[in-house]
């Protein structure tokens, strides 16, 4: 009989790279922090971050994204371990659970350290960008995507103006307020701004789904509801 094969290093680093993939298809927080921190990085160039700086950054959501993977193997390793309710065991995934809130507390405290500063700079003189902006093409923008929302609602014969139905009301008015923001905003200031209101956007489209009031394709017909009835607005009478 044949002795076991020790792992190569090649198998060693497909064995790393098959826990992160699982991690990720698994747990919706390490998608979380994945998605906020390619978004610090791209932040990080944006702004033109130093050095330290961005090793500071790099080593922070190093920090988090470890503490998430060690929480999981420890919520993996003690479901395996009992299959009954165990304060011992309820206590190890607490504590667990606390190294993550620590380790996404210190990010935060050091991002904005690293950010504070330059995101100020250079917004100085968004507010009064935003004063001069098109208040009226916004206005009837949103007016035309609620006026869109609710007669294909009232042709579908599904959901109601505020709940359920295709497209999803909530959607379509966050991604036509992303749009309307990306032109209301300055060029020097067009990326951040537009950044921030799109994962705001995201998010509230994500929270209708989660909910369960709509399904993904009306959030998502509800986003290009919202996006191309705004988009065309302001490019007509802009």
Do not use: C
Not at 105 to 131: H, T, W
Not at 165 to 184: D, M, Q, R
């Amino acid at each position: 009989m044949n002795a076991r094969r020790s792992p190569t290093v090649l198998d060693s680093f497909n064995f790393a790279f098959e826990g992160i993939i699982h991690v990720l298809r698994t747990q919706r927080n390490m998608r979380l922090h994945f998605a906020i921190a390619f978004l610090v990085l791209i932040l990080a160039l944006v702004v033109d971050v130093a050095k330290f700086e961005l090793i500071a950054l790099l080593l922070s959501i190093t920090f988090v994204l470890i503490a998430e993977m060690l929480n999981t193997g420890i919520e993996v390793a003690i479901d395996i371990a009992t299959t009954s309710f165990d304060p011992m065991a309820k206590l190890a995934k607490d504590i667990a659970a606390g190294a993550v809130l620590i380790a996404t507390a210190n990010a935060l405290v050091v991002g904005y350290l690293v950010f504070a500063g330059k995101v100020a700079d250079r917004s100085a003189n968004l507010l009064e960008r935003l004063r001069e902006a098109p208040a009226e093409l916004t206005l009837v923008a949103l007016v035309l995507t609620i006026i869109v929302v609710i007669a294909t609602k009232a042709y579908t014969g599904r959901g109601t103006p505020l709940r359920g139905g295709i497209p999803s009301g909530h959607a379509a008015l966050a991604f036509a307020g992303w749009v309307a923001a990306t032109y209301a905003a300055g060029a020097d200031h067009r990326f951040l701004v537009s950044s921030i209101a799109l994962i705001m956007a995201i998010l509230v489209a994500q929270t209708r789904v989660e909910s369960g009031v709509h399904s993904a394709l009306e959030v998502t017909y509800g986003a290009l509801v919202g996006s191309l009835a705004t988009l065309v607005v302001f490019q007509v009478f802009q």
